[in-house]
């Protein structure tokens, strides 16, 4: 697999943008159904009482979706956090049980898409966008929705180019780091590096890796580098700034932000001898099928797809969306993919269900996973 520059490899935002993944004015159902449709399925919801959602394991997220959504409607979110993973595995412990207890999930690439797709948990989420702020076109990146799998199940509303490499600048040059430069003799041992068996991000990353710089690179910098692999983001992050380590490779970019807003010498590396990452961070939306509230689950999704829900999610995690007409001051500037710069969509469909899947594992056999 290679990279490329912005419209031709890796699929990336021109496939998502082709058919069948556009969803243009003739087959839009909120065209038809308009305000009065929408504000049918307010007073349907508010009858419900409630919605159930499952979503980032991320304080200010939940803060935002719970307290404004009821603001908004009048209707209390519970809100369950147990991690993608978990939740999976929770989901499908209930519904053997005859249990149907979840209406939306919110989350990265890996659950929805390997998970509860295939496992068929989840209903269509293009149907059910109706709110007029969400089928406006117009407001979307390259104007339209953006879809992560073929047949329109799983809603997209975040994409932004994502640090996989940060430093602690009292410790480190940022202009002297480069990806071959990790497998240099002077840092073994010094490397804090994302665990390669976390599902989703840690696959991606360790994947990324073999499909642009070959076997021989993975081995050297997981194995022969004998890195320090941690799964709490959080944790890798106050190292990174107390200078427990100078490097951390697969940061969370919002973690390293708090850091360096307080005056930590933390920053985000950005290496010329690779693509950019494209990421769509928490930003996947699921309608769960069988809902126990299910007008109040497509009123949330259709408000977490509009402005105010889009801004919430997307700042609360430092992150672009992919809606047009908001003012992200927030993002930081590196977040903005430049016109003709090569990259690799992590969010595609194509790479996260065959190209990632196959490198992982040649991966986990090269390294043993």
Known sequence: MGVSSRGAFVRGAAALASAPFVLGAANMPGAAQGSAGYAALIDAAQ?????????PP?????QALT??????????VSYISSGETASLGRVRAERTAGKFLLDVFVSGIDTPTTGFLPSGFL???????IAPDVVNVKDWKDRHLWYEDPQHTILRTIQYVTDELAVNTKMVNPSEVTWKSLIDPKWQGKLLVKDPSIAGAGASLISFFYLNFGPEYVQKLYKDQKPVLSRDARQMAQWLAQGNYPIVVGPDYSLIKQ??????????VFPSDGPLVLSGGFGLICLINKAPHPNAAKLFINWLAGREGSADLARAQVALSLRTDLDQDWAPSFEFLKPGAKFLDSYDYTFTTKQRDQAYEKVRELLGL
């Open 58 to 62: 991320l304080d200010l997220v939940r």
């Open 67 to 76: 307290h404004d959504f009821e603001a908004t409607f009048g209707i209390p």
């Open 47 to 55: 009858g419900e009482g409630s919605v159930v959602v499952d979503g």
């Open 123 to 129: 209903d269509r989420v293009e149907p059910i966008l």
């Open 259 to 268: 850091f360096k807003d307080v005056g930590y010498p933390v920053e985000a």
